[in-house]
């Protein structure tokens, strides 16, 4: 174990991204057992002492399911109106899992435009803390159903998924550190999709010219961030003085892992 890993036991505040492909199987409908695991790795962080922020993707399809549309909207309309159902379907499963374990959850939506305006800044920042301090795990998301920059732009806006607005959260309440799980087990040097000689980086220390090369395009056709908007996540991370680490979400168990030190996915060792 490096230090820099065993360094990890030692984070108090953790901000845990979670992507639709972790929450959902291939046909749209929800992972409820994995959902349950995340949920339980989750409050067993808690039940440490340690604050925990959720922040979850998935409104749109889950919505899309609940609907029974045959596929995902493609007019933002659509999709805004998928968001607003879906958000509620995911709120009340994170809720009942939750509480299973003990703890309450709290929902927090934000807009491009909270982070840009210093006084909605700050009322975040003191709505997130009274959580924290009650004890409470809140559970973030880009509000889809009022807000087009996820939808319609992607990753070009202030966050426009919610890798980036794991990162800007995790800046926002000064987190020790920023777990985004996905449907890939770490940072590769090339696609492995592509190439099966391709190898997973341990350790980052710096995003250099040839890291980003690497990025390429990985990502799942159910969500909206690939690996180019994970990278970016990961060079905020760094320059707040948040590590990250990129592991698969298919075992939310390794939270544990992770917290344990575990070289499991790829660390992103921030600017300390």
């Keep these: ?29 929800l992972n409820f057992s994995r959902i349950d695991k995340l949920a339980r790795a989750l409050s067993d962080l808690v039940s440490q002492g340690r604050e925990v922020i959720l922040v979850t993707s998935g ?11 045959k596929e995902r909207p493609k007019t933002v309309r659509g999709k805004q109106a998928a ?31 909270v982070v840009e305006d210093h006084h909605t800044r700050q009322n975040v920042i003191n709505t997130f803390e009274t959580l924290l301090e009650k004890g409470v795990v809140p559970i973030v998301n880009e509000n889809d159903s009022v807000s087009i920059d996820e939808i319609e732009y992607g990753e070009k ?5 919610n890798d980036t607005l794991s990162a800007i959260v995790a800046e926002l309440l000064k987190a020790d550190l920023l777990i985004i799980l996905s449907d890939i087990d770490g940072f590769y040097d090339c696609d492995p999709r592509k190439n099966k000689s391709a190898k ?20 799942s056709i159910k969500g909206t961030g690939g690996m180019v908007t994970k990278l970016s996540a990961a060079r905020m991370a760094m320059a707040g003085r948040t590590d990250m680490v990129l592991a ?25």
């Design 1 to 29: 174990m490096n230090n820099a890993r065993k360094d990890l036991h030692g984070a108090k505040r953790i901000v845990v991204k979670v992507g639709t492909s972790t929450l959902t199987y291939d046909t749209g409908k």
């Design 59 to 69: 409104a749109i399809g889950v919505g899309a399911d609940k609907l029974k549309l």
């Design 248 to 272: 698969s979400g298919s075992d939310p168990d390794i939270l544990l892992d992770i917290i344990n030190g575990r070289e499991v996915g790829t660390l992103f060792v921030a600017h300390h």
């Design 83 to 113: 968001a607003a159902v879906g958000q509620c379907e995911l709120m009340h499963v994170y809720s009942k899992s939750f509480s299973e374990y003990g703890y309450i959850v709290g929902q927090i939506l934000l807009t491009r435009d």
């Design 200 to 219: 997973i980086l341990a350790t980052i220390s710096e995003i250099t010219p040839e890291i980003e090369k690497c990025a390429g395009g990985v990502g």
């Design 157 to 161: 806006r202030v966050f426009g998924d």
